[in-house]
């Protein structure tokens, strides 16, 4: 899948899955931030950047252990994401930039930010060393970078059962189930020859078993949704029925998926 058609198709999912996103998913990303803040080294009324800001769950976070912030801004490639960011800031009492925006081309001058943070974003990224060094650019010496990404081969179980779903149902030009994750190999050395030191490098591997597959199926749609974009809300619930199904059929004991991930807090290296 092209670079281009691939952004849209995201923006257009997590459009389609931002009011939701919070209370199926929300939680869970949350805590991820939260085990990595306390290895964070700011100064005081610090500037940051939400790199996938969502619907600014992590921002709304990084206000209340950081701020006040001379300058917080989230930037996301979904409009319907940055409208649900904006309005919880905003009820919040929060004052920050939330717009559409681009890892890969970051909207900002050199060496603005104390912090930038990429959770759960960076594995959606198609030219990952480019937005790497987009990190590292809009950072000041000795800025730091907080960044949780998924994994290969994390999710290889659901997403051949996915895409063998979405081609038996949509045919042969079936859109692309899931995103081509990196190994953490791949995460390292691209942050690193961005010219990140990674202090703190978290390997992460697990294995779930799945007995609610209607459940999971909701989940993984959610804050997975590239597939679903531009499909009628009734295939969406074809599809997602259909492979439910599927997961019982497989493992009636329980369908297993493999997690993979890393977490890392960089600094940029001076220089």
């Known amino acids: 899948m092209a670079a281009l058609e691939l952004k849209t198709r995201v923006a257009a999912g997590y459009s389609q899955t931002a009011l ?6 929300g939680h869970a990303y949350l805590m991820g931030l939260r085990r990595l803040l306390p290895l964070v080294r700011v100064p005081p009324q610090p500037a940051i950047l939400d790199v996938g800001s969502g619907t600014g769950i992590n921002l709304l976070e990084l206000a209340r252990v950081f701020g006040p912030c001379r300058l ?11 409208a649900v960011a904006g309005a919880k800031a905003g009820m919040a009492g929060v ?13 900002y001058p050199d060496g603005t930010f104390d912090l930038v943070v990429a959770n759960s974003m960076y594995h959606w990224v198609r030219d990952r060393p480019r937005a790497a060094r987009e990190f590292a650019r809009v950072l000041r010496a000795g800025g730091q970078l907080v960044l949780a990404c998924a994994t290969a081969p994390g999710f290889g179980e659901w997403r051949a059962l996915l895409q063998s779903v979405l081609t038996h149902l949509l045919g042969p030009h079936a859109p692309e189930a899931f995103p081509d994750l990196p190994s953490a190999q791949e995460v390292a050395c691209s942050l690193q020859a961005a010219g990140f030191a990674l202090p703190f490098f978290r390997p992460i591997a697990e294995r779930v078993y799945v007995y609610d597959p209607e459940r999971f199926v909701r989940l993984m749609a959610t804050v997975a949704p590239n ?18 199904r599927a997961m019982r ?7 297993t998926v493999t997690w993979t991930a890393v977490e890392t807090v ?3 290296v001076a220089g």
């Open 249 to 255: 059929r497989a493992a009636p004991e329980g369908f």
């Open 20 to 25: 939701e996103y919070d209370a199926v998913a």
């Open 72 to 82: 917080l801004v989230g930037i996301d490639l979904s409009p319907g994401m940055v």
């Open 266 to 268: 960089g600094t940029k």
């Open 227 to 244: 597939w679903a974009a531009g499909l009628s809300p009734e295939t969406r619930r074809a599809v997602e029925a259909e492979a439910a």
């Open 95 to 107: 004052v920050a930039v939330l717009q559409e925006g681009d890892a890969e081309d970051i909207p």
